[in-house]
């Protein structure tokens, strides 16, 4: 009784402030792309965020005291010492620091890290929110993400962020260097 009291807190927190077509839409979405995914399972975290390392990886904290890490799914935020790195970080911190989030995920990266689509305050998805801010790129190279594709198109034409610069490095680019 306990599990189902926590997760309809959880809910009314993440959804409350929501209209119910907007709920219906965003479950119908999540089934949906779940789906497609083809025979991986995918599981859900509820937690609170209690650290953040960068714009896309922070550490969750969920029942029984566990702390896990958690790489933000579909994008790339700027490398520390790049263009924007800061700026990301502090955008994700003040966005779920010390929040209750819901992270959906199938896989772990090679260092153990949770590999998952994010969403906090009523719904919001931390990968579309980072690419609309111009904080993040799409990592084409582990996501088939339409929206983000398109997101990002967007941002990249509006000058907004690390697209404001004319040069900007791409994460993956700026490592090998």
């Known amino acids: 009784m306990r599990t189902v009291n926590k997760n309809l807190e959880v809910f009314k927190t993440l959804f409350y402030p929501l209209p119910l077509k907007t709920i219906q839409t965003f479950f119908f979405l999540f089934l ?9 399972q995918v599981q859900t975290l509820h937690g609170r965020v209690v650290g953040i390392a ?13 702390q896990m890490k958690v790489r933000v799914a579909h994008i790339d935020c700027p490398e520390r010492k790049q263009p924007f ?10 966005a779920i620091f010390g929040k209750t989030v819901t992270v959906f995920y199938d896989k772990k990266d090679r260092y153990g890290r949770i ?9 919001r998805n931390l990968s579309e929110e980072l690419v ?28 907004v ?10 994460p993956w680019d700026w490592r090998k260097q």
């Open 32 to 40: 949906l792309t779940a789906s497609l995914q083809g025979a991986a």
């Open 54 to 66: 960068d714009g896309d990886t922070f550490t969750l904290l969920v029942q029984d005291s566990l």
């Open 85 to 94: 790195s800061q700026k990301a970080k502090q955008f994700t911190s003040d």
């Open 115 to 123: 590999i998952g689509e994010v969403y906090y305050q009523g719904g």
């Open 132 to 159: 609309k801010n111009g904080l993040a790129w799409h990592y084409v190279k582990y996501s088939k993400s339409k929206r983000l594709q398109l997101l990002e198109a967007r941002t990249r034409s509006q000058g």
């Open 161 to 170: 962020g690390l697209w404001s610069q004319p040069n900007a490095i791409a």
